[in-house]
């Protein structure tokens, strides 16, 4: 039977689609791979390599860049993700810098920022240009936090980077709406209205999150042990609060009421992340948490290279001008806005002032990402109102920006952050690591050469031979490592640590397999393994409270750690 | 002449605080109570199951290492007790030391002798304090000085 010919186009379209997602995601596969090899940050490698994919036939890749496909698509499982793994006590702990960063900081930073463009790019209004200001402040942790993990930075700078960027994002949002809405002819804008507009976005947007993220977490991934329905659960709260916070005044026949859905994605992801995951069962926590790892790579994949076909080198160098505004722009408001703030928040709560060091790391790690350009790309819905020449001007500079932010600062923020002595596996420590890992690897070869024996495939006399080498070798490389914690033994606490985790884990494998076998029944393996939980949080906990220092402590602007 | 009091936080110094302690114990003829101290800051917010799994792995912790210490220094002998407790530094130390009629108190810190060795006549305002309040000395165990 023949289709009609609307649908076998639309279904044409769907396949070109199909096809171009498929391709993106090999062509992002084929980066993370490469990546490995060199040492790179892997959104660096995706928009270098997004760049080139824009010399291809302009058909090549049919994908329709909107806002809907960036915002409701692309940045909520960036946004949950990001957030699952932020411990509340943590971030309690510091919410005043993260709050004052992320609020008064992309504040500043839309209306500083705004000011520079609106005074030297000629053409851009000056609602626009605060909206250039507001998604711009948005800062982007992603390459940052990569490095943060394979160095070893202390957790409370990991925690005050990825909470000022989580709720900057927000903020940013927020701001970039109220600021369109009063960007065009004919547009209308008071502070008050603003103001009340902005606090009801935020916090509606919070509130739509924490209700519906204590909801999933307290009744449904507390009750029930089912990890895919579980998971599935999850993908409808973050895409769910993220909608519902968006279309809020539509579902309501609330014209005017708008709620931000970036903040409603966090507050939800945070809940999940702090009580959800507390309540799972084991399978079902990583269930979770290897889907959103998943979801957020290819997200951020697609948003990269996206970021990529978007820029065309020309209309770069074309508007060069606008992009060293922007670039100065944003330099000197993250100056004042690190180190200022910074200041502030020091005289109001000296016992918890962030280290220069810290502050350092902050600005010159203030990297621009996906956030901003996930906004620059939904101004393609702006068009009519702001003028294609406007658009395309606020798109190039934030392209330029994140550009420059990502290539130089991003390639350049490792050494920054070796040569402050931020970095927590100093050579000792890695070296201690290569040794005990020698160690195991002759251990398992040891063992492998026992059953070969046992299995009766290796004669006796081979046997020992071999196993004298290496028991030699073992034997050598043990004395090795007791030598290196004789020089260096506050490594033994590492060790300890390190040991006790494993231990614990081990623990936590053997209760699975038990209830696996039948042994044990599912409610004696969920409150079991909830306590052995409760005993690995304990141990990071211990671990970070340890980086504190010793009794008598150091100044905490001499402090490298303050975990 | 009184047990020591060791108050240990798990950073970088514990390991030398922890060994000077016992040494010292054996030399004189004391036992050692090794305190961890926990920040209520932290600790408050977190639910019972892990406000107890953090005080039962702080003392796991400290017994392992206490053991691993003594048994490489040879000072298997020693006998040692461990407490966890949670509060302000200064307060939470005086009264444990008061609790156990503690001789002398010692801490670990980060800083070089120079500007933190009490014992060598610096003039470490937390020890001082902590010495005041208790009434027994306070030495200060530091990476380059560490008082063997």
């Known amino acids: 039977m023949d289709q009609p010919a609307l649908l076998v186009a639309q279904e044409a379209g769907l396949l070109d689609s ?20 060199i040492r790179l940050p892997y959104t660096v490698a995706l928009v270098v390599v997004g760049l080139g994919l824009a010399f291809l036939p302009e058909d090549a890749i049919a994908i329709d860049v909107s806002a809907d496909l960036i915002l409701a698509v692309l940045v909520p499982p960036l946004l949950f993700e990001a957030t699952l793994h932020i411990s509340w006590g943590r971030l309690r702990r510091d919410l005043a810098p993260v709050l004052l960063l992320a609020l008064v900081g992309t504040l500043l930073g839309a209306f500083v920022v705004g000011g520079f463009v609106a005074g030297f790019v000629d053409g851009v209004p000056w609602a626009a240009a605060v909206a250039f200001g507001a998604l711009i402040s948005a800062t982007d942790p992603v390459a940052v936090i990569a490095f943060f993990r394979s160095i070893g930075v202390s957790k409370r700078l990991t925690i005050l980077v990825e909470g000022e960027s989580l709720f900057n994002d927000g903020v940013a949002f927020v701001v970039f709406i109220i600021a369109l809405a009063a960007a065009g002819p004919g547009a209308s804008f008071s502070v008050g209205s603003a103001i009340g507009q902005f606090v009801i976005d935020a916090f509606g947007g919070l509130g739509v999150g924490l209700i519906l993220g204590y909801i999933v977490s307290s009744l449904i991934l507390k009750n029930l042990d089912d990890h895919l329905i579980e998971t599935a659960v999850s993908v409808a709260l973050a895409f769910g609060s993220y909608l519902l916070a968006e279309e809020f005044g539509a579902i309501f026949d609330l ?3 708008h709620l931000s859905g970036i903040l409603a994605v966090v507050a939800a992801g945070l809940m999940v992340g702090n009580i959800g995951l507390r309540n799972t ?27 990529g076909l978007q820029i065309h080198i020309s209309e770069l160098w074309d508007k060069a001008g606008a992009v060293l505004v922007a670039l100065a722009a944003i330099q000197v408001t993250r100056l004042v806005v690190v180190y200022g703030l910074g200041t502030i928040h020091g005289v109001m709560q000296p016992d918890r002032k962030v280290p220069r060091r810290y502050q350092h790391v902050m ?11 996930a906004l620059a790309l939904s101004l393609v819905a702006e068009v009519d109102r702001l003028g294609e020449e406007v658009v395309s001007t606020l798109q190039v500079m934030t392209f330029g920006v994140v550009l420059f932010t990502l290539l130089v600062q991003g390639l350049t923020i490792e050494r920054l952050i070796k040569r402050l002595g931020l970095a927590a596996k100093p050579v000792e420590r890695v070296e201690q690591q290569r040794r005990q890992a020698r160690i195991y690897a002759q251990q398992a070869g040891l063992d492998e050469l026992e059953r070969l024996h046992n299995q009766g495939v290796l004669f006796r006399d081979l046997y020992e031979a071999m196993a004298d080498l290496y028991k030699g070798e073992l034997a050598s490389d043990a004395e090795e490592l007791r030598d290196h914690l004789r020089r260096y033994p506050e490594l033994e606490t590492d060790m300890y640590i390190q040991a006790r985790t494993d231990t614990l884990r081990a623990e936590r494998s053997a209760l699975q397999d038990a209830a696996r076998r039948g042994l044990i029944a599912e409610d004696v ?34 402090e490298a750690d303050d975990g | 002449m009184g047990d020591i009091v060791c108050a240990i936080r798990g950073g970088p110094g514990s390991y030398q605080t922890r060994r000077v302690a016992l040494q010292r114990a ?24 892990e406000q107890h799994a953090i005080r039962a792995e702080m003392a796991w ?10 048994a490489h220094a040879g000072l298997d002998d020693v006998r040692f007790t461990v407490a966890v407790r949670v509060g302000a530094l200064a307060d939470t130390i005086s009264a444990y030391a008061k609790e156990v009629e503690a001789g002398s108190i010692l801490i670990g810190s980060p800083r070089p002798a120079a500007d933190a060795a009490l014992a060598d006549g610096g003039t470490e305002p937390f020890a001082e304090e902590l010495q005041q309040n208790v009434g027994v000395n306070v030495f200060v165990v530091t990476p380059d000085k560490p008082m063997d």
Do not use: C, K
């Not at chain 1, 600005?363 to 956030?371: D, K, N, Q, T, V």
């Not at chain 1, 306590?531 to 008598?552: C, K, S, T, Y």
């Open chain 1, 18 to 37: 199909e096809v171009s997602i498929v391709l993106l995601l090999a062509v992002a596969a084929v980066v993370a791979v490469a990546v490995r090899r």
């Open chain 1, 255 to 257: 014209a005017d009421v």
């Open chain 1, 281 to 307: 069962s084991p399978t079902t926590r990583l269930t979770l948490e290897n889907f959103w790892e998943f979801a957020a790579f290819v997200a951020n994949s697609l948003v990269f290279l996206l970021l």
């Open chain 1, 363 to 373: 600005f010159w790690g203030g990297l621009r990402g996906a956030i901003s350009v």
């Open chain 1, 525 to 558: 393996l969920t409150e079991l393994s909830a306590d052995l939980n409760d005993h690995l949080a304990a141990l990071e906990f211990i671990e970070g409270d340890a980086r504190q220092g010793d009794i008598v402590q150091v100044q905490p602007d001499e």
């Open chain 2, 26 to 49: 054996a030399e004189r003829g004391v036992n050692v109570h090794f305190l961890s101290i926990v920040d209520p800051v932290a600790y408050e917010p977190l639910h019972e199951g």
């Open chain 2, 61 to 70: 912790r400290d017994l392992a290492m206490a053991r691993s210490i003594a």
